[in-house]
């Protein structure tokens, strides 16, 4: 069974095709990144539509895929910004028409957890899903992945890009963040907000950028904003996995790339006698394989999406996805 998937919910329009074996035979991805400012949905939005026909095209060149050889085309039906849901979304459309397949609506939060667990081999995690937009601890309980936790404000990589935008390192904030905290020493002390397994970060970032103009050296800033934000994400995940009493915890999205926050994570799992799992760079941030995994879970389990209900969700919840292929994705 092969699928193609269309991921665009925000910043990244990406295509990716897999096997019912998870092989990842094609992911193809073009990250929109804005001159100045923040993302603006409808900027963004043109550019999956300029971009997305042609990423279709270099996945099936990529893979030698027939496209009716494909089974099912799997598309991001939410959460995300509306204009580049819609464009990705209509992409799929028009692709499951032109060749005559089934199409199926995944949620984008779920699919990061899907592909991890696919790719690295845990069973039945945690999962820390720490994204631009999004920030979660999500775990599979009663038939769905429910949030245990989740941010009350911005997401954690809108922390990071928000303010390396307002110190003037550019976009994206993450890695720019991570190169200068090498260089820092001194831990500034930082709001530390953490309310049951919920944290927020707007208050951090105000004071950051409030230090940051009052002279304090931009090293020590980067380094003591990773040291507190990665605490609180990796004591929040911990909280999850002694409530659940779950052994493994499994990173995704785009900040799972960041080696401070792995090696915490990590030392808190080996503390506790765990086990973290972390999946390939290309597969954390935001891609188009996640979302045909997903897809293709959903339909090998029978879930089926008519044309007229194939409307985007902005505000797709984890919870709500009936996850009635677990007993499948977990063979
Ligand atoms: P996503 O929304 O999952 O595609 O991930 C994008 C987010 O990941 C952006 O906010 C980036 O700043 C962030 N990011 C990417 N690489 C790193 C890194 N090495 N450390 C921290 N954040 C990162
Ligand atoms: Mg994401």
Redesign the pocket.
């Known amino acids: 069974m092969l699928c193609l998937g269309i991921e665009s919910t925000?910043h990244?329009v990406g295509v990716g095709i897999v096997d019912d074996k998870c092989r990842i035979l094609a992911n193809e991805s073009s990250v929109f990144s804005p001159l100045k400012g923040g993302i603006h949905p409808r900027e963004a939005a043109n550019h999956h539509a300029e971009n997305v026909v042609s990423l279709i095209r270099a996945a099936l060149l990529k893979s030698s895929v027939d496209p009716h050889d494909l089974d099912v085309i799997a598309f991001s039906m939410g959460p995300g910004l509306g204009p580049c849901l819609r464009t990705g979304a209509t992409a799929a459309r028009a692709l499951a028409l032109a060749v005559d397949k089934p199409l199926v609506g995944v949620n984008h939060c779920v699919a990061h957890l899907e592909i991890g667990r696919a790719t690295t081999g845990c069973g039945n995690p945690v999962l820390l899903y720490v994204?631009?937009?999004n920030t979660q601890v999500i775990a599979f309980a009663e038939g769905r992945y429910r949030v245990f936790g989740e941010t009350l404000d911005i997401g954690v990589?809108?922390l990071?890009?928000k303010f390396a935008r307002g110190v003037g390192l550019g976009f994206?904030?993450?890695?720019l963040?991570?190169r200068l905290a090498a260089e820092g020493s001194e831990l500034v002390a930082l709001p530390y907000s953490v309310k049951g397994m919920d944290v927020a970060f707007s208050g951090m970032l105000t004071a950051a950028l409030e230090l940051h103009k009052g002279g304090r050296i931009l090293g020590d800033l980067c380094y003591s904003i990773q040291e507190t934000v990665f605490a609180m994400l990796t004591e929040v995940s911990e909280r999850a996995m002694a409530h659940l009493g779950r052994n493994e915890i499994l990173l995704g999205?785009?900040?799972a790339?960041?080696e401070r926050l792995r090696s915490m994570v990590g030392r808190m799992a080996g503390d506790r006698g765990a086990k973290a799992f972390v999946p390939e760079a290309a597969l954390c941030?935001?891609n188009g394989a996640m979302i045909a995994w997903t897809g293709l879970l959903m339909h090998r389990s029978g879930s089926r999406l008519e044309i007229q209900d194939s409307l985007v969700n902005q505000r797709f919840r984890t919870d709500q996805v009936d996850v009635n292929w677990m007993a499948v994705g977990a063979q």
């Open positions: 925000a990244t994204s631009g937009g990589g809108n990071l890009d994206p904030g993450g890695p963040v991570e999205g785009g900040v790339c960041n941030v935001d």
